[in-house]
């Protein structure tokens, strides 16, 4: 791309690519060539309102609007929307088309989505375009996602602790008003992990959801929740969870095209996106307690072998220690809504999920349920926590840096003496 192009080129430019990356045939008006891919994308097609910056076909069909707009600071896509809707309404030159269902805004560095199907269209930032294989499933369907959630059945609550009930209402309550983030606080011990399962069952059997991801941050965490979904019998089946769906925790970079449930550490599925292989070791630890080093770290650019449109919903594990800096830009990847779980959120989870809590179960009413078991605290003393101690030099202690509170070991050169507890 030539630094003289002017900006409308350069988007152009840009939105090829990402036409071309997510599996498009990028073409102008005069040179269509039907049978050179399923997916076509005409440059400049003339409508009856005037010529529309693209139109997306799939096997022939008209499908979508992109409406290409140059990246200014301070331009905002969402002004162009009246405009990519006209061209979507309007007929195109040749065809006796419908309405096209699903509209793109973008300059190239910024996209936005809307799927015309949904019961209160209304369009949403997406990291790239999805893929033409991705809409003759969408059109044989009758509803779209998002008109399917309005029709979840009541819960049947056997078996379901009143926490759990609240926590699955309101989050598809959430779904129903089409909010894209939701967050779940649940204490310890709680069963938020059991809760998840649930509501999981209920959007693969009631949705039709396509495939849900499971994202945890350490192996050990992934492990336990394959084990949930093993253990899981819901209480409208005689069979578990995974004789019904398909469940995969993933161990490799390969990710099963028939898996309904997809169970993945973040660092796991940051190193798919970019292509690389990943040490097991890099799952064993919180990562949110590991330095990485990289203090800019490399950004997720698209991936062929992973769409955005892989998942339908997201659900986090522990989300209020996985969610920033490195890792979100994983979540970010995906169009998918976005479920957090977590007993001790901090005002930045509040923030994340745009303080959309539909569960708040803190350990006091756990402990007031019966579902938890109180705890006291006591101090014991003991001779040296009274008295005091000392370190002979030489032996290595643990010390941790003040400002950053990042913990060292460092070999004392002379005798440490430090004071006990006396009144």
């Not at 005037?50 to 499908?63: E, I, M």
Request: some cysteine; charged content about 30%; aromatic content about 10%.
């Amino acid at each position: 791309m030539s630094d003289n192009q002017n900006p409308e080129q350069k988007a152009r430019d840009s939105i090829d690519k990402k036409l071309t990356d997510s599996g498009w045939k990028v073409l102008k008006k005069n040179e269509v060539d039907w049978n050179t891919s399923r997916g076509i994308a005409v440059k400049e097609y003339s409508t009856e309102v005037g010529p529309a910056d693209y139109v997306l076909f799939v096997n022939k069909r008209p499908v979508g609007i992109i409406e290409a707009k140059k990246d200014e600071e301070g331009h905002h896509l969402t002004v162009v929307e009246e405009q990519a809707g006209e061209y979507a309404t309007s007929k195109l030159k040749y065809l006796n088309n419908d309405p096209l269902p699903f509209i793109y805004e973008s300059t190239g560095k910024l996209t936005r989505y809307t799927d015309q199907r949904d019961p209160k269209p209304r369009s949403r930032q997406v990291f790239s375009f999805h893929r033409p294989e991705t809409f003759a499933p969408y059109l044989k369907k009758e509803m779209s996602l998002r008109e399917r959630l309005l029709s979840l059945p009541e819960l049947k609550t056997e078996g379901l602790r009143d926490c759990q009930i609240m926590a699955i209402e309101n989050l598809e309550r959430s779904f129903k008003d089409n909010r894209p983030k939701a967050l779940v606080q649940m204490a310890t011990g709680s069963g938020k992990t059991y809760t998840a399962v649930t509501f999981i069952y209920r959007l693969l059997k009631y949705a039709d959801a396509k495939k849900i991801l499971f994202l945890v941050d350490t192996r050990n965490l992934g492990e336990q929740a394959e084990q949930e979904f093993m253990a899981y019998m819901p209480n409208d089946d005689n069979r578990k969870f995974t004789e019904l769906y398909n469940v995969q925790r993933l161990r490799s970079n390969y990710i099963s095209s028939d898996s309904q449930v997809c169970i993945s550490t973040i660092q796991r599925l940051y190193s798919i996106l970019k292509g690389e292989e990943l040490d097991d070791e890099a799952e064993t630890q919180n990562p949110a307690e590991k330095d990485w080093q990289k203090k800019e770290p490399l950004p997720v650019v698209y991936n062929a072998s992973i769409p955005i449109e892989e998942f339908d919903f997201i659900v986090v594990d522990e989300c209020h220690r996985s969610i920033y800096n490195l890792w979100q830009q994983v979540i970010d990847y995906f169009d998918a809504f976005l479920i957090g779980l977590t007993a001790t959120p901090d005002k930045r989870t509040f923030g994340f999920f745009n303080e959309n809590v539909v569960s708040e179960y803190g350990h006091e009413e756990a402990v007031a349920d019966g579902v938890n078991v109180g705890y006291d605290v006591y101090t014991i003393e003991t001779e040296i926590t009274k008295n005091g101690s000392l370190i002979k030099a030489k032996e290595f202690v643990d010390r941790r840096e003040k400002l950053t509170r990042r913990k060292r070991w460092e070999q004392l050169d002379e005798d440490y003496t430090y004071a006990g507890n006396k009144a």
